[in-house]
């Protein structure tokens, strides 16, 4: 596998292209390029997720075997992981909370105090 070494602006040119269908655009990427760049970013993104899967499996062995831990309790696990983004839906959602106080984006999921003003980040009521 080869890195991507377009400029961020070449990507989304070749992206826009791939998406247009076999229409070139100007700056010149031709539809063909833009074709195989996509097919490269998903064999790349295909290797990404077998790797993830070898290690989920390789970690799911360690704890089953060496510390006994359930598929019971994997299974809970995933959903509570699942649950502390707010909602049940099979996927960690990217963090979105930004602080009242000094209106950064908070650096991890549910954080109870803002990393950079130490400011209150507990939800009201709470
Ligand atoms: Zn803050």
């Given at each position: 596998?080869?890195?991507?070494?377009?400029?961020?602006?070449?990507y989304?040119?070749?992206?826009?292209?791939y998406?247009l269908?076999?229409?070139?655009?100007?700056g010149g990427?031709?539809?063909?390029?833009?074709?195989f760049?996509?097919?490269?970013?998903?064999k790349?993104?295909e290797?990404?997720?077998q790797?993830l899967?070898?290690?989920c499996?390789?970690?799911?062995t360690?704890l089953?075997d060496k510390?006994?831990v359930t598929?019971?309790?994997?299974?809970?696990?995933?959903h509570d992981?699942?649950?502390?983004?707010g909602v049940?839906?099979g996927?960690?959602?990217?963090?979105?909370?930004?602080?009242p106080?000094?209106h950064?984006?908070a650096l991890?999921?549910?954080?109870t105090k803002c990393?950079?003003?130490?400011?209150?980040?507990?939800?009201v009521?709470?």
């Open positions: 596998m080869q890195p991507n070494r377009q400029s961020p602006v070449a989304t040119r070749t992206m826009l292209s998406m269908a076999n229409t070139p655009i100007s990427v031709s539809s063909a390029d833009a074709r760049i996509a097919e490269d970013a998903n790349a993104s290797l990404k997720i790797a899967e070898l290690t499996a390789a970690m799911w360690i089953r510390l006994g598929e019971a309790e994997l299974v809970q696990a995933i992981v699942d649950a502390r983004d049940v839906d996927k960690i959602s990217p963090i979105s909370k930004e602080c106080h000094c950064r984006k991890t999921r549910n954080p990393a950079w003003c130490g400011g209150d980040l507990s939800p009521g709470t």
